[in-house]
């Protein structure tokens, strides 16, 4: 009797009984008389039931695993901070591919001449100076998913049809010959304009998706928002240096129209893409769908209480309302108005005055070094070494963050950058320099004996590399300049003497290890911007943000043009450096007034400063 009501509480003997029933009852009877050997058979069940359980468990454990990589793989991919990513992703691959594509393809459309190439630069530079504050105030003012299918949409399409523009520009030159050349200058207006309508699409994509939605995706957790803006970044220096390289394999392979095409298709695709992303992240986030607490400007405010105070005048003002670019004005005037009296416009104007610098790889600095005696591959090789080195500022900078505080890693980052770019100040003064102080003095090409006219080192530069080794040289015809440098003397300016290197060595070494302390720095503002700025004032500010950038960035230009020889290369570099040093103690005032202290659990909550 207690073994069978022991065999009927296991389920193992619940199994051996059922089995039982089918043998014979008098073996059955025989079992049961036999309290060992009931007891053995038992134990064996036991043993059997405890291995087929094991080998039961590992294969249930195998599926299990299995299906949760599978759920993890799929769960990530369909995560808010994914689909940014890979929006950002197709955006910044064909930004990239177009900058590096624009530039050959209107030197190609003007040969021997970078008129186009400089009114096609400034173009964008005053489109978004001016259009910074009335595009954020727009994007204060529309509901999130609109501002951003818009931006995109106006971004994508215009540069499709700019590329698609200069490929029959430059595939089909005898279209362009009527009414004596002016159809050529319609047609390069028409690539302006649409490039400018671009710019300003570009404009309101990044006031919309980086400067609002990943914030309101992060919610209140500042060290998310601060890894997103990391791998935003890293995602930015990234195709930097990729993309270059596939379309400019696709041009020297299949040609210049090609990759225009290629260009074109990729604006296409990425276009419906980033489109659905988008729209998926809108409406899986309750967050984003939420109505934008606008602030309300104090002039607003007036007026609503006068209106108040009768409607029929608010009926007539309405009626009788302002022109459209008045409006424009004053709401860019309101925006800007805020933006220097907000608390983050000391660390702000130290980010803009970043942008005022030639110690960074662009065309102008590439140039001077490449006709300071550096090959092409050797200037390739450190453009992507370079690029490393930001990569490696943009991780470091969540976990600096972290330990030390946001205002903190600000200025390790503009204390880092200065620090560096102390080398290139001294290349200025060291062996194989070609500074001459002397250059600004409007004599002193004429007391060296030089009466000749020769191209400016960057025209030489730009022009060299399209040429494919032909000498020009720099003469005026019939009102027309075209240039005639040989390339051999670009490169190597005394041939026959050795050329000393200390010089490029120091301006390399700055600007190479420069890049950390830079995108550092560039990230601690963008987070202060993010952090700081209250909702409804997010995209003003940025749009201000983004004009002071750019103004200062043609400050550059302007004094490049006013600079334009290797010899006075030197000023620049100083230049440069105190633009660089004064960020420095702008963002040193900021963090004197706003210090934060070393990221807690409570601090991470985001709290906006009211104004």
């Not at 020297?252 to 695709?269: E, H």
């Not at 983004?546 to 200062?552: G, K, T, W």
Request: hydrophobic share 45%.
């Amino acid at each position: 009797m207690t073994v069978t009501s022991m065999e009927v509480s296991s389920p193992n003997n619940v199994d051996k009984l059922a089995s039982a029933s089918n043998e014979d009852p008098k073996e059955t009877y025989k079992k049961l008389d036999d309290p060992g050997r009931a007891e053995t058979n038992m134990d064996n069940s036991e043993n059997n039931g405890a291995i087929g359980g094991e080998a039961r468990t590992h294969t249930e454990g195998d599926n299990e695993e299995g299906s949760t990589r599978k759920k993890t793989c799929c769960s990530v991919l369909r995560t808010a901070q994914f689909q940014v990513y890979a929006s950002h992703f197709l955006s910044s691959w064909g930004d990239r591919m177009w900058m590096f594509a624009g530039g050959l393809f209107l030197l190609e459309v003007t040969p021997g001449s970078l008129r186009l190439a400089a009114v096609y630069g400034a173009a964008l530079a005053v489109t978004v100076i001016l259009c910074g504050a009335p595009v954020g105030r727009w994007v204060d003012s529309n509901s999130r998913l609109r501002t951003a299918q818009i931006s995109l949409s106006v971004q994508n399409l215009m540069v499709c049809i700019c590329a698609a523009l200069l490929v029959v520009i430059t595939t089909q030159r005898q279209y362009f010959t009527a009414w004596d050349g002016w159809s050529l200058i319609l047609a390069e207006a028409g690539v302006i304009f649409s490039a400018c309508l671009a710019q300003i699409g570009t404009l309101g994509c990044k006031l919309a998706i980086e400067k609002d939605w990943i914030i309101v995706i992060c919610g209140k957790d500042k060290t998310t928002l601060a890894k997103m803006n990391s791998v935003l970044r890293t995602v930015d220096l990234s195709t930097e240096v990729l993309a270059p390289v596939i379309v400019g394999t696709v041009m020297t392979v299949f040609g210049l129209a090609a990759g225009g095409i290629v260009i074109a298709a990729w604006n296409v695709g990425s276009l419906l893409v980033e489109y659905g992303l988008l729209h998926h992240l809108y409406y899986s986030s309750p967050d984003l769908q939420k109505t934008k607490n606008v602030t309300v400007k104090e002039t607003d405010k007036e007026e609503e209480r006068e209106g108040k105070a009768n409607d029929n005048e608010v009926q007539e003002r309405k009626r009788k309302k302002r022109h459209v670019v008045i409006q424009r004005i004053i709401s860019a005037w309101g925006a800007w108005k805020a933006y220097m009296s907000h608390p983050v416009r000391d660390a702000g104007l130290g980010l803009a005055f970043l942008f005022m610098t030639v110690l960074a790889f662009d065309n102008y600095s590439r140039a001077f070094v490449y006709e300071s005696g550096v090959s092409e591959t050797v200037l390739g090789i450190l453009t992507a070494v370079a690029s490393l080195s930001g990569i490696f500022g943009s991780l470091a900078f969540p976990v600096l963050r972290k330990r030390v505080g946001i205002s903190k890693t600000g200025l390790v980052g503009f204390g880092f950058e200065t620090a560096c770019l102390s080398f290139c100040v001294a290349s200025v003064f060291a062996p194989g320099s070609p500074f001459d102080a002397s250059a600004l003095l409007p004599n002193s090409r004429i007391a060296e004996g030089n009466n000749s006219t020769e191209a400016p080192a960057y025209l030489t530069y730009n022009i060299s590399t399209l040429s494919g080794g032909t000498n020009v040289s720099l003469a005026e015809e019939n009102g027309t300049v075209t240039l005639d440098v040989p390339l051999n003397q670009s490169s190597n300016p005394e041939a026959g003497e050795e050329i000393v290197y200390t010089s490029v060595i120091l301006l390399l070494t700055g600007i190479i290890t420069s890049r950390f302390g830079l995108w550092l720095a560039d990230l601690t503002v963008t987070q202060i911007l993010q952090e700081g700025v209250e909702e409804g004032q997010r995209g003003a500010i940025n749009g201000v943000q983004s004009s002071l950038n750019q103004s200062l960035d043609l400050l550059r230009s302007i004094l490049i043009i006013i600079l334009p020889t290797r010899s006075t290369f030197g000023f620049l570099i100083i230049l440069s450096f105190i633009f660089v040093a004064t960020a420095w103690m702008l963002f040193a005032i900021y963090a004197r007034r706003n210090p934060t202290p070393v990221t807690t659990p409570e601090g991470e909550q985001l709290k906006p400063v009211a104004v």
